[in-house]
């Protein structure tokens, strides 16, 4: 199990790693609730050439699915963007959220809007890194809460090399059980590629993303353990930083 951590400094994740003891780390190439234009990481060399694993986590502003033009096509751009930039400083790939559309909007058509984003990159030769699509906690009309909808979401953008980062806190409070959730999820995907480690500060299908350490959510950390063991994928842990070394210690001794 590789066993790494979201940094909250972006501009230090290699500091992060030695600090916690981790080979992995997840970061934002850009302040993630802003549109803002790229620039070069300042430990770019360095992430590219050294023993850190590295996981670019996507702006939180995109929404490839919205049906509003004035979101959908710059988040296709940012994805292809930061996808490149990923690939910069070595990065193993992107995680993208699902996205949504507004109540009351055809869920069918945020699904063909994250098609033609695979189509569409595919002609020009692929992503910088793998795209690894989140599953979300909330929301009727998202594409990634419930796993019947990620099995249409997969139908349309599977045969393009798709990957999938598993959350458990969004699984948990999308309504979605954790004691088999790594067979069925990849009974759709045939792949987990990330596991975003994290308990819930809320209750079982509550819609809500608010993380919690491992040890003191609302959902049994054996259950947390079993997933991560279960996945055979490399664990990010997204959990509150007073409690991160704690959890990072759980991972390592299983």
């Known amino acids: 199990m590789r066993i790494g951590a979201h940094v909250r400094d972006s501009s230090d994740p290699l500091g992060t790693a030695e600090t916690l003891g981790v080979d992995l780390v997840q970061m934002f190439l850009t302040d993630p609730q802003k549109w803002n234009k790229l620039t070069p990481h300042p ?3 360095a992430l590219l050439t050294g023993d850190v694993d590295v996981v670019v986590h996507s702006s939180y502003v995109l929404n490839v699915a919205s049906l509003n033009n004035r979101i959908r096509i710059p988040s296709r751009k940012a994805v292809v963007e930061q996808a490149a930039a990923a690939a910069e400083i070595g990065a193993i790939g992107l995680v993208v959220h699902g996205g949504h ?3 009351g909007e055809d869920t069918a058509k945020g699904i063909d809007n994250w098609r033609k984003l695979f189509e569409r990159q595919a002609e020009q030769g692929g992503f910088g890194v793998p795209i690894f699509v989140e599953n979300t906690a909330g929301g009727d009309s998202a594409m990634a809460r419930r796993f019947d909808d990620i099995a249409r979401l997969w139908d349309a953008i599977g045969e393009f ?7 458990t806190c969004h ?4 309504g979605e059980d954790l004691i088999d959730v790594v067979d069925r999820i990849k009974a759709i995907t045939g792949r987990i590629d990330l596991v975003h480690l994290n308990n819930s500060r ?3 299908d509550s819609a809500r993303d608010r993380h919690a350490n491992l ?3 609302t959902i049994d950390a054996e259950v947390l353990t079993a997933v991560a063991l279960a996945a055979d994928a490399p664990v990010i842990l997204e959990t509150p930083a007073e409690g991160i070394d704690d959890d990072v210690r759980l991972l ?3």
């Open 252 to 254: 390592k001794s299983l």
């Open 215 to 217: 040890g003191t959510g």
């Open 161 to 167: 090399g798709a990957g999938f980062c598993l959350d």
């Open 171 to 174: 699984a948990w409070a999308g």
């Open 43 to 45: 430990q770019g060399e």
């Open 202 to 204: 809320d209750e079982f």
């Open 101 to 103: 559309v507004r109540e």
